[in-house]
Every structure is written in C-alpha cells, then in structure tokens.
C-alpha cells in the first residue's frame, strides 16, 4: 500500500531521496507468511518506516542532502536502523532534508524540494521535512529524524502529524552523520501519539557506542497511553508566557489556547510560568551549532567519504575545492560562522558567552519545572510559509526556531501533537516540554488530548 502511494505522491511531494521499493516487498511477504502460518508478530514487523537521510545505512546511500556525500554508501548501520530492523520493521527509504539538518524548510536539499502534503506550494518544515511529509501523506507509517534546534518538531507542526525529540542520551546517536554533537537527538514521527511512543520504544535504550548513552530502564510508553488524564488538579501544566508574544500568528495563537483549555477541561491545573531567558536560545544556538558543525564537518575532506574533485594537483587544492563544491551554501555559511566564533581571540566573547546564555536557559527551565509537570507553548510561530518565501533570507528562517531551541539547550524532551488549522487549512502544533526522562509523562498528557 505504502509503495503503491508512493508512486501517486512522489513525483509532487519529493520526500524521498531513496527509495527500496524491492526489498520492502520481499521483508512484507515474509511477515505475511509468518502470520498466515499463525505465528505472533511484534508492534513494528512489516510497518513501513522511513528514515531521515542522515542516519547511516549499510550499503544503502547516505547523502545529508549533501553533494559532497553523493556517493556515500555506509558500510554499517546507525544503532536506530540495528534496532528498528531487529523489531522487523521495513524500511522504505531515505527521506530528503536541509543539507547536514541545516535549515527549517528541507529547501536547502542540494538535489529536490520537498513539498508540504496539505498545499504543495508550501515547504514541508525542516530540516526532517521529508520524514514528516512522508508520513503525513501516508507513504510511510512512521518515520525517524533528528532534531538539533527544532528538526522534528517543528516538520511536524507544518504537516500535521506527531513528532518527538527525545532527551538528550535516551536514544544513540551511533550512526547519525553529527551536525551539533551537543544537541543532535533522533527521534520519531507518527500520525498518532500512539505509533510515536511504538517507535520511541523501539529505538531507545543505553548504547556503549554512544558516549552520552544514559544507561536507564525504557519504560513502557504504550502502558502510559489512558483515554483520560490524571485525577483533577494532578497533573501541573505551566503556560511558557514569552512564547505568546510578538510574531505569533493568531491563527496560531487561537489554537493552541484553545488546546490548552481543553487540557483544562481534561483536569489539568494550567498556570503561566516564566522563561525571560528564552529570547535568547536563538542567538546563543546560532553560535553553538556553527561552532560545532564546523568542528565535525572538518572530516569532508575529499579523502574519507563521498566527493573529491578530479582536477587539482595538489592536496590542499583538493581539500578546497572538493569543499567548495561540495557543500551548500547554507553550511558554508555555518562553517564560516563556527570556525570565526572558536578562533582564538573570539571564544571568550562568543562561543564561551553562548555556553552561559545555555546555563541561564536551564535554570529557566529548573524553575519552571518546580512549579509545574510539562510546560506548552505553540510549536511555532508560524504554520507553513510559502517555498521560495524565506530562502533568501536566513535570519528570518532562525527567528522562527525561537519556540524548539531552547528545549535542545537543555536537553529536555519534547514533542508536538497536532491542535487544529489555520484559516488557510494549514495545520498547526502544540509542544509540550517535560522534564528530563520524563517522556511517559508526555505521551500521557499528549494521548489525553488528541
Ligand atoms: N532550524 C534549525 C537549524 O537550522 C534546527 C535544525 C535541526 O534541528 N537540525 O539549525
């Protein structure tokens, strides 16, 4: 079924950058046959699952959306792919993102444009926006991204369907091409809170190959979906008062409040909190990030992976020149960023500020969680713009991380569950924020509400 959509869809939506049509069929054959000879199956054998195009597969390309990994064929698999395939699930294909997870429309792709399913004018989000279109059009069940200011998140609220950033060492990112070590986490895409927490279970868990693995039990998610919430007043839900501020659209506005008074209905206790440090994510990420990737896109060299030009006569030039090539022009500038922030004379002043502005934000955060259980603020500011709309202007593109950012700085998870549309018909998220490991408390408050 999946495939056969696929077909139909592909050619205007373009959220796939690979597609292994041949293999799929052949693994769902074999679970049909294992269920006609009455055998018991798992929640994920012969699902349909996609994978963002940054987590390595064993002989199957990995581009990042990148010209400089074109020709790129892992020769292992990322711990996620290990561990959705020991759960039997089929993996589909490999979605299109912004090159190296680098932007918030899936526009900066160096090979297509996704199209966002509810109007194919608009972009799907990003950098995720192929997994979440993916999934929003029914090519997939389910799909993998990874979030490092706001990547799952944020395609999700664009189209639609649920997706979850984990905390940060709950999933390994053992085989995820590193943009922002610090903050990259993977994470699931579903059209329900129920097939995300199938999926979040299915990939979580402590990974010796992961250095900031968190050995701890993984909880039973699905145990923690119950039609109703927590007895009255129970559950605390505290209101992020600086995300309902100036640039949020009121279509944006209207429904998620909306959504919040039906938590209210529900028996939750909402009250406001304040997080003054927060107007500050965006400025203190769009340092650390750069500083990061430039760090770890130091390894595209022409010598180790993918690309290398043909016509230079010399190392250094080839170094220069497979890069230039290579790399977008969204990630240059993020290299160039990152490497002016690290160099000696500049760190004090930038990188070094922004790891505090990154403390301040935690404390903000510490405090929040005293007074209340999660914490809600609209996804983001905006629902889908139209494709070309931003593409020429990369500041506007960052101001509209303002909402997910801060919850990577922290670590935190969070997901966004659909609340509604705007007038125009386009889809609009709520986030809920909680507090470290607590991602049952959030497939409970998130499976309430939908
Ligand atoms: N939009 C943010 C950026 O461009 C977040 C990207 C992400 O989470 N991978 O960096």
């Known amino acids: 079924e999946a495939l056969a959509r696929l077909e139909v869809l592909e050619p205007k939506l373009k959220s796939f950058l690979w597609?292994?049509?041949?293999?799929a069929l052949e693994q769902a054959r074999r679970v049909d046959a294992k269920i006609a000879a009455g055998e018991e199956i798992g929640p994920l054998e012969g699902i349909p699952v996609a994978l963002k195009d940054n987590l390595c597969t064993q002989g199957v390309p990995t581009t990042c959306a990148s010209r400089i990994l074109e020709n790129f064929v892992p020769p292992y698999n990322a711990t996620v792919v290990e561990k959705l395939a020991a759960a039997g699930a089929v993996i589909i294909g490999k979605t299109n993102l912004d090159e190296f997870a680098m932007g918030s429309s899936t526009e900066n792709s160096a090979y297509q444009t996704t199209a966002n399913p509810w109007d194919v004018t608009r972009v799907p989000g990003?950098?995720?926006?192929?997994?979440?279109?993916?999934?929003?059009?029914?090519?997939?069940?389910?799909?993998?991204g990874s979030d490092t200011g706001g990547s799952i998140r944020q395609p999700a609220s664009f189209c639609g369907v649920v997706g979850m950033k984990p905390t940060y060492g709950l999933v390994s990112r053992y085989g995820l091409v590193a943009f922002a070590s610090s903050l990259d986490q993977i994470g699931p895409f579903g059209r329900t809170v129920e097939d995300a927490a199938i999926l979040l279970e299915a990939i979580a868990g402590y990974d010796p190959k992961d250095a900031t693995s968190i050995k701890t039990e993984i909880p039973n998610y699905l145990d923690c979906l119950k039609p109703?919430?927590?007895?009255?007043?129970?559950?605390?839900?505290?209101?992020?008062?600086?995300?309902?501020?100036?640039?949020?659209?009121?279509?944006?506005?209207?429904?998620?409040?909306?959504?919040?008074?039906?938590?209210?209905?529900?028996?939750?206790?909402?009250?406001?909190?304040?997080c003054p440090t927060f107007r500050y994510g965006v400025p203190a990420y769009y340092v650390l990030a750069p500083s990061e990737a430039s760090a770890n896109l130091a390894r595209y060299d022409g010598v180790k992976y993918g690309m290398r030009v043909p016509d230079a006569d010399n190392l250094l030039t080839m170094y220069g020149k497979t890069r230039a090539r290579g790399f977008g022009a969204e990630v240059k500038r993020r290299i160039t960023i990152g490497t002016y922030a690290l160099s000696a004379g500049y760190y004090d002043a930038y990188y070094l500020k922004a790891q505090k502005v990154r403390t301040l934000i935690k404390r903000d955060f510490e405090k929040a969680f005293a007074q209340a259980d999660i914490l809600v603020s609209p996804t983001s500011p905006t629902t889908a713009f139209t494709q070309g709309e931003k593409a020429d202007d990369p500041l506007s593109m960052y101001l509209l991380d303002l909402m997910t950012i801060p919850v990577n700085l922290a670590g935190l998870p969070a997901l966004s569950v659909p609340c509604g549309f705007d007038e125009r018909g386009l889809p609009i998220g709520m986030q809920l924020i909680g507090n470290l490991l607590q991602e049952s408390t959030l497939f409970e408050v998130a499976y309430a509400y939908e």
Do not use: D, H, M, W
């Not at 597609?19 to 293999?23: D, L, N, Y």
């Not at 990003?126 to 993998?144: I, N």
């Open 126 to 144: 990003g950098s995720s926006g192929g997994s979440a279109a993916a999934v929003a059009a029914e090519e997939c069940v389910a799909a993998l």
């Open 228 to 274: 109703n919430l927590r007895p009255k007043g129970r559950l605390r839900i505290g209101v992020i008062q600086e995300t309902f501020g100036e640039g949020l659209e009121p279509g944006v506005e209207n429904a998620v409040k909306a959504a919040i008074e039906k938590l209210q209905e529900l028996g939750a206790q909402v009250q406001v909190v304040s």
């Open 19 to 23: 597609i292994g049509a041949e293999a």
